[in-house]
């Protein structure tokens, strides 16, 4: 007669040749793979992110072209150095209104804007990369010779900055530069990704005691830009366009409008 082990126990047994020793190896591996493969993925992700930046800026690009025809081929500017003035919706001296859609006027431009009750509104062209925390009441300032200075604000971050050249009235007396005046077009910097000021110079890179008006490297060491024709060109760190650290002049066609 012979005894017959109840199935129960066989696979009990099964499972204990699975000792604690192995699967502390398979643990490790699979932390390994995972260490290997994190970095990979960040780097695909904020790839992505950048694509879609670089979206936004063309966005962008396209209702600077609807807004010349309209307004005799000035462009759009503001009648003061206030960036909210120039990006806010809510002012009435917005140029973008009629042009760049919205959810609610508590939007700015691209940007990230918050009222008294803590609410944060996130406009559609708003970089990904940008998170909510860059509003913070503190005006801290962060920074290295290596990743563009982000300016901390207490309600509104401009992600996007405008040449500031071509921004406010006073450098063209009243209503600012016509695109048929630009002797180079595909070369003059229109918007590129700010430091949340909303203006960008051709003092463009951190530098030790500079860190407002900037380009913001915040897409692996590299930033989008729009130039005056629409087209946008991803920029890394090294090709900012800083008189100072490149061939690029201050008064040059990058930055001048009037410039050869």
Do not use: H
């Given at each position: 007669m012979k005894l017959r082990v109840p199935q129960r126990h066989l696979q009990s047994e099964k499972r204990?040749?699975?000792?604690?020793?192995?699967?502390?190896?398979?643990?490790?591996?699979?932390?390994?793979?995972?260490?290997?493969?994190l970095p990979a993925l960040s780097k695909a992700r904020e790839k992505a992110r950048t694509i879609s930046c670089a979206n936004n800026y063309s966005t962008l690009g396209r209702y600077l072209a609807l807004y010349f025809p309209d307004h005799e081929d000035f462009f759009p500017h503001s009648n003061t150095s206030n960036s909210l003035n120039f990006w806010?919706?809510?002012?009435?001296?917005?140029?973008?209104?009629?042009?760049?859609?919205?959810?609610?006027?508590?939007?700015?431009?691209?940007?990230?804007?918050k009222n008294s009750a803590g609410t944060f509104f996130r406009h559609a062209l708003l970089c990904p990369s940008i998170p909510n925390s860059v509003l913070n009441a503190s005006?801290?300032?962060?920074?290295?010779?290596?990743?563009?200075?982000?300016?901390?604000?207490?309600?509104?971050?401009?992600?996007?900055?405008?040449?500031?050249?071509?921004?406010?009235?006073?450098?063209?007396?009243?209503?600012?530069?016509?695109?048929?005046?630009?002797?180079?077009?595909s070369m003059l910097l229109y918007a590129a990704e700010g430091n949340g000021l909303g203006q960008v110079t051709y003092k463009c890179r951190f530098v030790a005691g500079n860190e407002t008006n900037l380009i913001s490297t915040r897409h692996n060491h590299g930033a989008n830009i729009l130039y005056s024709d629409g087209h946008v060109v991803y920029?890394?760190?090294n090709e900012i366009p800083d008189y100072r650290t490149t061939s690029v002049k201050y008064n040059g066609p990058v930055w001048q409008p009037l410039a050869n």
């Open positions: 204990q040749l699975f000792t604690l020793i192995e699967l502390l190896v398979v643990i490790a591996i699979i932390a390994i793979l995972a260490a290997m493969l806010g919706f809510s002012y009435a001296s917005c140029p973008w209104k009629s042009y760049v859609p919205k959810s609610t006027t508590s939007e700015i431009v691209a940007g990230i804007s005006a801290q300032v962060l920074g290295d010779n290596d990743v563009s200075v982000q300016r901390f604000a207490a309600s509104a971050y401009f992600g996007m900055s405008c040449n500031s050249y071509l921004f406010v009235d006073s450098d063209w007396k009243k209503r600012g530069c016509k695109i048929t005046q630009v002797k180079s077009p920029t890394n760190y």
